[in-house]
C-alpha cells in the first residue's frame, strides 16, 4: 500500500505520496482533474525545467538568490532535464487555467530535489522552498507561455527534419519516375498525359513549402516574456533579472530568443502560437492530401487506378487473404486529421483570453505540442515506410494512356475542337482508341498522326506534331 506524508499549503494538510517529489499544490492538482490520465507533453516539461534553470542562474547573478540554494536548484533542473525526475510531473493538461498546476509541480519537484542535494528532506522538511527559491521572480503566467514557446521550438527540430525528409523522397521519387507517362487526372477524370516525376515534382515542392511555413512560423515563438510576471507589469521581478534573464535562457537552449517589445501582449494574446499553429495544420493538410493521392494512384491492384505498387507493409484483412492496403497513407491521413482538430482547439484558445491575461496556456501546451510531435513522427514512418519504397507499374501507365480518350487534346489544333470531341465521343461508345477512330476517318496520315499523338512531347509547353 502506499505511504503518506503530511504536506500544508495555504489552504490546509494534503496527503502526499510519500516517495513523491511534487508536494501539496501537485497532489491537490492530481485530485482535482483526474480528467484524461494522460501527463504533460515532454516538451513542455523541458520547458518549464530549463526556465527554472535559467531562472535560479539570473537571480544569483543580480545577488538576490543565495549561492548555495541557487546551484542546488540548477543540479536539480539538470537532473530533471535528463529525464530522470519525469515520473513525478504528473498535472493532468486538463485543468484550470494558467498552467498554476504545471507550474507549481515543477516548482515542487525541483525544491524537493534540491533540498535533499542539500542534505535536507522532502516536504516539511525541505531547506528549498518551490515559491519563495524556485519561484522567485516568476508567475505561471509567465513561465507557462515561454514553457510553451520553448517546448514548440524544440518539437520544430524534428518536425522541420521529418518535413525536408519527406520533400527529398519525392524528389528522389520524382526524378526515378521523370520518363514515366500516364494520364493526368482533373475533377477525378481522365486529362491530359502528365509524367509521373511532373506530379511527385509537385508534392514535394508542395512539402518544402509546407516546412518553410512552419519555420517562418517560428519566429515569432522566439519572442518571450519572461519577467512579465503576474500581468505584464514585472511585479516583484528586478530589472536586472527582466534584462538577463531571456539571454541565460537562450544560451541554455541555444534558441534565437529576445525578449519581447510588450509584454502585456504576449500576457494577453495568444496569436504567436496560433500562427506556428496554422502552419502546422497547413502542413498537415498538405500532407494529408498527398497521402489521399498515393492511395488513389495505388488502389487496385487488379480494378482501379494501381499506376504505383506500395511496399506491402503489413496483411489487409482478417478475412480476405492476400488482400494488402495501403496502411501507412492512411496512418498518415489519421494523424493530419488529428493535428488540424488540434489547430481549431488553438484556435479557441487564443480566442478565449480575457482582459489581462490569457489563461488557456494549457490547451497550447497540449495540442500544439502534441500535434507538432504527432506530425513530425507520422511524417517520418510515412516516409521510411511508404514514399522512398514506392515503385510505377510502367506497363499500367502505359495501358492506361493508350485508352485514354483525353489524346485527342493534340488534334484540336489541326482539326477543331467540335470534331474531336467528335472523334472522343466515338472512341468512347465503340470502346476503340483516339488513334483507331482518327486513322478510320483519315483526318491525317499515319505517320503525322503518330507524331502528334506521341505522348511524351505534351507533357511540355507546346503544340503537340509542331516543332517548338
Not at 367 to 393: H, K, P, Q, W, Y
Request: charged residues 25%.
Amino acid at each position: 500500500m502506499t505511504e503518506f506524508r503530511t504536506e500544508k499549503d495555504t489552504l490546509g494538510d494534503v496527503e502526499v505520496p510519500r516517495t513523491a517529489l511534487y508536494g501539496a499544490q501537485t497532489q491537490r492538482a492530481r485530485d482535482n482533474y483526474p480528467i484524461s490520465g494522460m501527463r504533460p507533453q515532454p516538451d513542455y516539461v523541458w520547458g518549464m525545467v530549463i526556465i527554472k534553470k535559467a531562472a535560479a542562474l539570473t537571480n544569483m547573478a543580480t545577488g538576490r538568490l543565495d549561492k548555495r540554494v541557487g546551484d542546488a536548484i540548477v543540479a536539480a533542473a539538470d537532473e530533471a532535464l535528463t529525464g530522470k525526475l519525469d515520473e513525478d510531473f504528473v498535472v493532468d493538461p486538463w485543468q484550470a487555467g494558467a498552467g498554476v498546476s504545471h507550474n507549481m509541480n515543477a516548482n515542487e519537484v525541483l525544491a524537493n530535489r534540491a533540498s535533499e542535494l542539500l542534505g535536507g528532506g522532502r516536504g516539511g522538511d525541505r531547506v528549498v522552498h518551490p515559491n519563495d527559491h524556485v519561484n522567485m521572480a516568476q508567475s505561471s503566467n509567465d513561465t507557462n507561455p515561454t514553457a510553451v514557446r520553448l517546448g514548440a521550438l524544440r518539437a520544430a527540430g524534428p518536425l522541420l527534419e521529418a518535413l525536408d525528409g519527406l520533400a527529398a523522397a519525392l524528389n528522389d521519387k520524382a526524378q526515378e519516375f521523370d520518363d514515366v507517362i500516364k494520364p493526368g487526372r482533373t475533377h477525378l477524370q481522365d486529362a491530359v498525359p502528365i509524367r509521373l516525376g511532373q506530379e511527385l515534382s509537385g508534392w514535394a515542392r508542395a512539402a518544402e513549402l509546407a516546412a518553410q511555413r512552419i519555420r517562418d512560423a517560428s519566429d515569432a515563438v522566439c519572442e518571450i516574456g519572461l519577467g512579465a510576471t503576474a500581468a505584464g507589469t514585472g511585479i516583484n521581478a528586478e530589472r536586472a533579472y527582466i534584462e538577463g534573464v531571456t539571454g541565460q535562457l537562450a544560451e541554455l537552449t541555444g534558441f534565437e530568443l529576445r525578449p519581447s517589445d510588450n509584454y502585456f501582449r504576449v500576457t494577453q494574446s495568444g496569436a504567436d502560437m496560433t500562427h506556428l499553429s496554422s502552419a502546422v495544420r497547413n502542413a498537415a493538410v498538405e500532407i494529408s492530401r498527398i497521402a489521399s493521392d498515393i492511395r488513389l494512384l495505388a488502389s487496385g491492384p487488379r480494378t482501379a487506378i494501381a499506376e504505383i505498387i506500395l511496399p506491402p507493409v503489413q496483411p489487409g484483412s482478417s478475412i480476405m487473404p492476400g488482400k494488402v492496403n495501403p496502411a501507412m497513407a492512411e496512418m498518415m491521413n489519421m494523424v493530419c486529421f488529428q493535428v488540424i482538430g488540434c489547430d481549431e482547439v488553438n484556435m479557441l484558445a487564443a480566442h478565449g483570453g480575457q482582459l489581462d491575461l490569457n489563461v488557456f496556456w494549457p490547451s497550447f501546451g497540449f495540442n500544439l505540442l502534441f500535434s507538432m510531435r504527432l506530425l513530425g513522427n507520422g511524417v517520418r514512418a510515412f516516409t521510411e515506410r511508404c514514399v522512398e519504397g514506392i515503385e510505377a507499374d510502367r506497363e499500367r501507365c502505359k495501358q492506361l494512356l493508350d485508352e485514354s480518350l483525353v489524346l485527342v487534346t493534340s488534334l484540336t489544333d489541326y482539326i477543331g475542337y467540335e470534331r474531336a470531341a467528335g472523334l472522343a465521343k466515338e472512341a468512347f461508345s465503340s470502346r476503340r482508341t483516339i488513334r483507331e477512330v482518327a486513322l478510320a476517318h483519315g483526318v491525317m496520315p499515319e505517320d503525322e498522326l503518330d507524331r502528334v499523338l506521341d505522348a511524351a512531347p505534351m507533357t511540355n509547353p507546346g503544340v503537340p506534331g509542331r516543332d517548338r
